[in-house]
């Protein structure tokens, strides 16, 4: 168990510091993941909101048309309107983004509890004021925890988010609230600065970052 | 005396059309670089505007906290960057504007304190190779006065602009667009066709 309270020591840690460790490393890989998997859904949202808006300008047109001209334009239209196997295609891709990242999600959920699991077993360990030395550096075990339970939660917001969007980005005949539907998707709003400044303090305090 | 002072304002002339050359394709290069920053800046402006008109209240998002502060704070941020950027950018225009401009000062005070060697007659002479003294210089003078006064417009707009006054970031990217002038780019291009005879000869 000593070594563990050494950093730096790749390789030989044990127990709890090894898990946290681990931890850390897959926050830093599921989050990239999420980078990856967020910005393709971006340009799958914006597909959708273009075919959305020209379609609506495409349906308008020949009604206003329609009143001079009866014939075979419009029933065409008509057809494009009630089904479009394109844009359901794009909502499908966009479908399978979300699942992944709410696969994602449950990994974040899992290393929450597990690192929950380890302040608890320190507490029975060493009693309420946790182990005498830290693991790594500085900080204590809880605040791994916290960190995790903090990264996890911006995460939760932002799959809720962008479930939300999934449901109604193709459903939306407003402009603006489409625009404001793509911006919400791209910029990530529950992912604030100091998200990624608790990554980066992660990596730093685990050793996978020079001090 | 006259001779050894031609050579020299000629020599001169080369060279300063050798870099003017060369600094336009900096500046293309850079207003280039320029066009999907301003196109960006122009999206975000639209989307902070979208984000003004939706009442977010009455829509699916309304069960959000703080999403409207939250969103608007990155597009903000996103808004900062892009201009960062940009302002950069307009640095590296000023650059090629003082290059030019030491270049030409350079050509024309050795025209000056020559001045009296270089007869009139001399100075508007041309041959099929090579176009006068008097062309040159002037024609070196439009393009250091346009580069100097594309910079400071490009360098002013950028100036007046304030991250949360939409209206005015929309007008400013239409009027960076604007900015472009096709005529002073192809007066530039020209000139410099017209001396390529004269740079390759000695």
Redesign the interface.
């Known amino acids: 168990m000593d070594d563990a309270t050494t950093p730096g020591r790749k390789g030989n840690l044990t127990g709890s510091a090894r898990k946290v460790k681990d931890n850390a490393a897959d926050w830093h890989n599921l989050i990239l993941k999420w980078e990856r998997l967020s910005d393709e859904g971006s340009s799958i949202a914006t597909k959708i909101v273009n075919f959305r808006l020209s379609k609506d300008r495409s349906v308008k047109d020949p009604e206003v048309m329609m009143e001079g001209q009866i014939s075979s334009a419009a029933p065409e239209e008509r057809r494009a309107y009630h089904s479009n196997p394109e844009l359901e295609e794009e909502c499908t891709k966009l479908q399978n983004i979300v699942d992944k990242m709410a696969h994602i999600l449950s990994k974040m959920e899992k290393m929450v509890s597990s690192e929950k699991g380890i302040c608890e077993l320190e507490t029975f360990q060493y009693g309420e004021n946790g182990r005498p030395t830290p693991l790594f550096h500085t900080w204590s075990t809880k605040q791994f925890a916290e960190v995790s339970s903090g990264l996890y939660e911006a995460y939760k917001?932002e799959l809720?988010?962008k479930s939300?969007i999934l449901?109604?980005v193709a459903h939306t005949t407003?402009?603006?609230?489409c625009?404001?539907y793509?911006?919400?998707w791209l910029?990530?709003?529950?992912i604030?600065d100091n998200t990624k400044l608790l990554l980066e303090s992660l990596l730093m305090e685990t050793g996978y970052r020079a001090v | 005396m006259s001779q050894p002072a031609v050579l020299q304002l000629r020599q001169e002339l080369r060279k300063c059309f050798q870099s003017l050359k060369e600094n336009q394709t900096v500046w293309k290069g850079v207003l280039e670089e320029c066009t999907p920053l301003v196109s960006s800046l122009r999206n975000l402006a639209?989307?902070l505007?979208?984000?003004k008109?939706?009442e977010?209240a009455n829509?699916?998002?309304c069960t959000?906290p703080n999403?409207p502060e939250?969103?608007q704070?990155?597009?903000l941020n996103?808004v900062d960057t892009v201009l960062g950027e940009l302002s950069e950018k307009v640095d590296a225009l000023g650059s090629v504007r003082d290059s030019v401009s030491k270049q030409v000062s350079a050509v024309f005070q050795m025209y000056e304190q020559n001045s009296d060697s270089l007869p009139i007659s001399t100075c508007v002479a041309r041959s099929a190779l090579s176009p006068s003294i008097a062309d040159m210089l002037e024609w070196l003078q439009d393009a250091e006065r346009f580069y100097r006064i594309q910079y400071i417009q490009r360098r002013n707009l950028l100036q007046q602009l304030k991250p949360d006054d939409l209206a005015l970031i929309e007008t400013v990217t239409k009027t960076w667009t604007s900015l472009y002038s096709h005529k002073g780019e192809e007066q530039i291009s020209g000139a410099l066709l017209q001396v390529s005879f004269f740079m390759e000869s000695d």
């Not at chain 1, 910029?187 to 529950?190: A, E, G, H, L, T």
């Open positions: 917001q809720a988010l939300t449901q109604e407003n402009p603006d609230l625009m404001v793509l911006s919400c910029y990530q709003p529950y604030q | 639209e989307q505007r979208a984000l008109s939706v977010i829509t699916p998002l959000f999403l939250r969103l704070h990155k597009l996103a």
